[in-house]
């Protein structure tokens, strides 16, 4: 009888020591994953963000389905460049109806660049753009206009199918969110963005 007290007593200190270390383990699989949800939502928010092409706007350059890097931080600190390609808020002139999804679009003029398209190409200040990324040569003329101090003026590579600055005016530069310059998916093209 006393042997089986005995047992029954190791049992349940078995059955204690298992609850402790399962309970241990628990606690800190809990504790890394909340970690590393803080650190994923700070990431996202500030520094870096993985975006997924919806359009056919940037084409041939970006396709649907495409899922890239946004840099959120370091443009900040670095002189945006003509060709660069940015996502961001659009303006109002931008939003149709419901949609206010963040656009992605390539620079084009910047701050006091007289930008005009005529004879289906770019012109930056009189001078024809040299563009190797764009899909089709431009079917349409505007302009020209001038780029105003605080301004950007965007387009996408898919020239002829791109609602872009061609359409709704210049971009605010406090509406940039990032600057695109790695594709991750699919992997066939996986690489930086030009």
Same mark, same amino acid.
Do not use: C
């Given at each position: 009888?006393?042997?089986?007290?005995?047992?029954?007593?190791?049992?349940?200190?078995?059955?204690?020591?298992?609850?402790?270390?399962?309970?241990?383990?628990?606690?800190?699989?809990?504790?890394?994953?909340?970690?590393?949800?803080?650190?994923?939502?700070?990431?996202?928010?500030?520094?870096? %963000?993985?975006?997924?092409?919806?359009? %056919?706007?940037?084409?041939?350059?970006?396709?649907?389905?495409?899922?890239?890097?946004?840099?959120?931080?370091?443009?900040?600190?670095?002189?945006?460049?003509?060709?660069?390609?940015?996502?961001?808020?659009?303006?109002?002139?931008?939003?149709?109806?419901?949609?206010?999804?963040?656009?992605?679009?390539?620079?084009?003029?910047?701050?006091?660049?007289?930008?005009?398209?005529?004879?289906?190409?770019?012109?930056?200040?009189?001078?024809?753009?040299?563009?190797?990324?764009?899909?089709?040569?431009?079917?349409?003329?505007?302009?020209?206009?001038?780029?105003?101090?605080?301004?950007?003026?965007?387009?996408?590579?898919?020239?002829?199918?791109?609602?872009?600055?061609? %359409?709704?005016?210049?971009?605010?530069?406090?509406?940039?969110?990032?600057?695109?310059?790695?594709?991750?998916?699919?992997? %066939?093209?996986?690489?930086?963005?030009?």
């Amino acid at each position: 009888m006393l042997q089986l007290s005995n047992n029954y007593s190791d049992n349940s200190h078995d059955t204690e020591n298992f609850s402790q270390k399962a309970w241990g383990f628990l606690k800190d699989v809990l504790q890394v994953l909340f970690f590393a949800l803080i650190l994923t939502f700070l990431l996202r928010s500030f520094v870096i %963000e993985a975006r997924l092409i919806p359009s %056919e706007s940037m084409l041939p350059t970006l396709e649907i389905g495409d899922r890239l890097l946004v840099d959120k931080i370091a443009f900040k600190f670095e002189e945006l460049e003509r060709t660069d390609i940015i996502v961001f808020a659009p303006p109002p002139e931008a939003q149709r109806g419901m949609v206010k999804e963040d656009l992605i679009k390539r620079i084009i003029g910047l701050p006091g660049d007289t930008v005009e398209v005529k004879e289906g190409m770019v012109f930056i200040n009189n001078n024809s753009l040299e563009e190797t990324y764009i899909a089709e040569r431009i079917n349409y003329t505007y302009g020209p206009v001038v780029v105003p101090e605080g301004y950007l003026f965007v387009m996408g590579d898919n020239r002829n199918y791109s609602f872009d600055s061609h %359409e709704w005016g210049f971009l605010p530069l406090k509406n940039i969110k990032g600057r695109a310059f790695f594709r991750f998916w699919p992997a %066939e093209r996986v690489g930086l963005l030009d």
